[in-house]
T-cell receptor, first 116, second 111 residues
Framework: AQKITQTQPGMFVQEKEAVTLDCTYD???????LFWYKQPSSGEMIFLIY??????QNATEGRYSLNFQKARKSANLVISASQLGDSAMYFC?????????????FGKGTRLSVIA | NAGVTQTPKFRILKIGQSMTLQCTQD?????MYWYRQDPGMGLKLIYY???????DKGEVPNGYNVSRSTTEDFPLRLELAAPSQTSVYFC??????????FGAGTRLSVL
């Protein structure tokens, strides 16, 4: 079974600092996709960034970047210049190859709190 | 820019009642999904569909049914509601294997 592990239940970061949220995954497939989602206190799930297993460069989207280390099976999210609005739950997810590489398998999430 | 729309936003059911959670998307996505999120947990897949007329079970399908008669709509049916189905339900859609975009969720309590 595919598995996503997020080992940090909660993280604190000072405003304007960078923070790294950890994610490791377990799969025997060569082709897979990794996603990060943000869930603010309002509850919606917001797509942040995507990394394909064959992508040679780390994905970036504005202040979000993904530190993808394939050999270590890790896909850490880096948020630069943290803002108060970044306080939220963050979920790492992987496309599940056992179901045609379509639905997502989610980790349990990391709660990020940005301190002024 | 409606995206994925879920109704209702909140619902309280009595044990044994049934209901349908509605989901519609206007992005012409072919794939649609239903997830549930229990407190302090990530999302778990209930059912998904890769196109009209095609549905498949996810990790936690028991107690639920779905149908996909159109590209836009993917309702989730709860029959004989049980307290274990108290959760937040999310519908999502994607274009094939691209990023999934989520609705705002339905918070369901079964008492």
């Amino acid at each position: 079974a595919q598995k996503i592990t997020q080992t940090q239940p909660g993280m604190f970061v000072q405003e304007k600092e960078a923070v790294t949220l950890d994610c490791t995954y377990d799969t025997s497939d060569q082709s897979y996709g990794l996603f990060w989602y943000k869930q603010p206190s309002s509850g919606e799930m917001i797509f942040l960034i995507y990394q394909g297993s064959y992508d040679e460069q780390n994905a970036t989207e504005g202040r979000y970047s993904l530190n993808f280390q394939k050999a270590r099976k890790s896909a850490n999210l880096v948020i630069s210049a943290s803002q108060l609005g970044d306080s939220a739950m963050y979920f790492c997810a992987m496309r599940d190859p056992t179901t045609g590489n379509t639905p997502l398998v989610f980790g349990k999430g990391t709660r990020l709190s940005v301190i002024a | 820019n409606a995206g994925v729309t879920q109704t209702p936003k909140f619902r309280i059911l009595k044990i044994g009642q049934s209901m349908t959670l509605q989901c519609t998307q206007d992005m012409n996505h072919n794939y649609m999904y239903w997830y549930r999120q229990d407190p302090g947990m990530g999302l778990k897949l209930i059912y998904y569909s890769v196109g009209a007329g095609i549905t498949d079970k996810g990790e936690v399908p028991n107690g639920y049914n779905v149908s996909r008669s159109t590209t836009e709509d993917f309702p989730l049916r709860l029959e004989l509601a049980a307290p274990s189905q108290t959760s937040v339900y999310f519908c999502a859609s994607s274009y094939t294997k691209g990023p999934q975009y989520f609705g705002a969720g339905t918070r369901l309590s079964v008492l």
